[in-house]
């Protein structure tokens, strides 16, 4: 293949008229309701270990039960107030809303110690039940929103609340929590339900769940449809592919003057393809990236002797009609 060519020959103005107003339809594999991999989420209660750094907050009505080891009578059940505190026995009113489990084990601990209750209390406090506090899930996904969660969940389970995906969804999931905001996880979609069991992590209330879109290959120019191709989950496509769901050039093309019209940093590039060695399997196939452009150009030559011989067979057939009617 050769080497990019500054974009001079094609307006890439031009391309995008094209593409927004002949209604190009979308590749038939695109057009199912979902890509949420079926099999996957039928495992999504399988075991996964929580990913370090990622405990969920303490949150305004939460119920959290307190112990201290060895001491039954001290185990106690209660929510977090409106304004953040829990009170305890002994300890009293303790601000726990924005903390750790750890970190708000520390403080109790400290402070049941400062009392002079305990001398070396093991404090545990574990979560029972979060207060209604959404995850977000956004993208491409039928029904946008934000989802109430009262404990932890699968990615599965989240966009099964969604609806599923789109036909438009991309393999990349992103992820953020809520004392996290900052630090983005990704997780990879996959057709393949082995891989998929891994791509289920947890997702905790209060995270935002974003399922990008997939990138598109465009086509057009001198083929039987000019198209859109939605690239799914199992990768790329190629030239000789795309021109396939295109249904194929038609006899006006010139093969030799196909070229991808590619986004680069610096602005839209050329690179010339050798659609008639590859259709001929005498040049490799070429893969396409998302958001490229797959032009077929049309012969000048062939169009005006396509134009030629319309015109000899709409005279020929009037003729022959005159013929027979006088």
């Known amino acids: 293949?050769?080497?990019?060519?500054?974009?001079?020959?094609?307006?890439?103005?031009?391309?995008?008229?094209?593409?927004?107003?002949?209604?190009?339809?979308?590749?038939?594999?695109?057009?199912?309701?979902?890509?949420?991999?079926?099999?996957?989420?039928?495992?999504?209660?399988?075991?996964?270990?929580?990913?370090?750094?990622?405990?969920p907050l303490i949150g305004i009505g939460d119920l959290l039960k307190i112990s201290v080891l060895g001491v039954t009578d001290y185990d106690q059940?209660?929510?977090?107030?409106?304004?953040?505190?829990?009170?305890?026995?002994?300890?009293?009113?303790?601000?726990?809303?924005?903390?750790?489990?750890?970190?708000?084990?520390?403080?109790?601990?400290?402070?049941?110690?400062d009392g002079g209750y305990f001398a070396d209390p093991q404090v545990s406090v574990f979560e029972q039940e979060f207060a209604t506090q959404g995850v977000s899930v956004l993208g491409e996904v039928q029904k946008p929103g934000v989802y109430p969660l009262t404990g932890p969940r699968r990615l599965f389970d989240v966009l099964s609340l969604a609806g599923g995906t789109t036909?438009?969804?991309?393999?990349?999931?992103?992820?953020?929590?809520?004392?996290?905001?900052?630090?983005?996880?990704?997780?990879?979609?996959?057709?393949?339900?082995?891989?998929?069991?891994?791509?289920?992590?947890?997702?905790?209330?209060?995270?935002?769940?974003?399922?990008?879109?997939?990138?598109?290959?465009?086509?057009?120019?001198?083929?039987?449809t000019s198209t859109g191709i939605v690239l799914?989950?199992?990768?790329?496509?190629?030239?000789?592919?795309?021109?396939?769901?295109?249904?194929?050039?038609?006899?006006?093309?010139?093969?030799?003057?196909?070229?991808?019209?590619?986004?680069?940093?610096?602005?839209?590039?050329e690179i010339p393809i050798q659609l008639k060695k590859i259709l001929a399997a005498k040049s490799p196939d070429v893969k396409l990236e998302a958001e490229d452009i797959l032009f077929v150009p049309s012969s000048a030559g062939k169009t005006a002797a396509g134009m030629a011989l319309d015109a000899g067979l709409r005279l020929a057939t009037t003729v022959a009609a005159y013929a027979v009617i006088y």
């Open 77 to 113: 059940q209660l929510r977090v107030g409106g304004d953040g505190d829990a009170f305890l026995a002994l300890a009293g009113s303790v601000h726990v809303a924005g903390l750790t489990t750890e970190q708000a084990q520390q403080l109790i601990r400290k402070r049941l110690m």
């Open 1 to 55: 293949m050769k080497t990019a060519a500054p974009f001079a020959k094609v307006s890439f103005a031009i391309i995008a008229v094209l593409i927004s107003t002949l209604g190009l339809a979308q590749s038939p594999a695109s057009q199912a309701t979902s890509n949420l991999p079926q099999a996957a989420a039928a495992n999504s209660s399988a075991a996964h270990s929580n990913p370090a750094g990622y405990e």
């Open 167 to 224: 036909p438009k969804a991309g393999q990349v999931v992103s992820i953020s929590h809520r004392n996290e905001p900052k630090s983005l996880r990704t997780v990879a979609l996959s057709n393949d339900p082995g891989t998929n069991i891994e791509a289920d992590v947890e997702i905790l209330p209060g995270d935002t769940v974003v399922v990008t879109k997939a990138g598109i290959v465009y086509v057009v120019g001198a083929v039987k």
């Open 232 to 269: 799914e989950n199992s990768g790329g496509i190629t030239v000789l592919q795309a021109i396939a769901t295109a249904g194929g050039t038609n006899p006006m093309a010139a093969l030799n003057g196909t070229k991808i019209i590619r986004k680069s940093p610096t602005g839209p590039v």
